[in-house]
Nanobody, 124 residues
Framework: QVRLVESGGGLVQAGGSLRLSCAAS????????MGWFRQAPGKEREIVTA????????YYADFVKGRFTISRDNAKNTLYLQMNSLEPEDTAVYYC?????????????????WGQGTQVTVSS
């Protein structure tokens, strides 16, 4: 089992940047593929981006391509999400999640462990 704790959320103006972190503890972090998801008020949770255990493969939802970057540091047991050019539509609770699958997967049902989420609010 792995425990995930997100941090780095907050309030930012449109066009600004934030960097989210997800600290993992428990079983070997490097054995999991990881993902970032988000849920806006009144909407279903959706995939933002995902990364394989090695970091060599990534997936990005179309709405964040070119603006967000996912990365991981297996030595520090930490997942990151660099968010640039933020838009009000990016306002949501952001969750990190871990999958026992080693390859990249955007499917929520493939993720077995979830963090508690961190709020990101983008003002116009």
């Amino acid at each position: 089992q792995v425990r995930l704790v997100e941090s780095g959320g907050g309030l930012v103006q449109a066009g600004g940047s934030l960097r989210l972190s997800c600290a993992a503890s428990g079983r070997t972090f490097s054995s999991y593929s990881m993902g970032w998801f988000r849920q806006a008020p009144g909407k279903e949770r959706e995939i933002v981006t995902a990364i394989s255990w090695s970091g060599r493969s990534t997936y990005y939802a179309d709405f964040v391509k070119g603006r967000f970057t996912i990365s991981r540091d297996n030595a520090k047991n930490t997942l990151y999400l660099q968010m640039n050019s933020l838009e009000p539509e990016d306002t949501a609770v952001y969750y990190c999640a871990a999958s026992v699958l080693s390859s990249v997967t955007p499917a929520q049902t493939s993720y077995h462990y979830w963090g508690q989420g961190t709020q990101v609010t983008v003002s116009s």
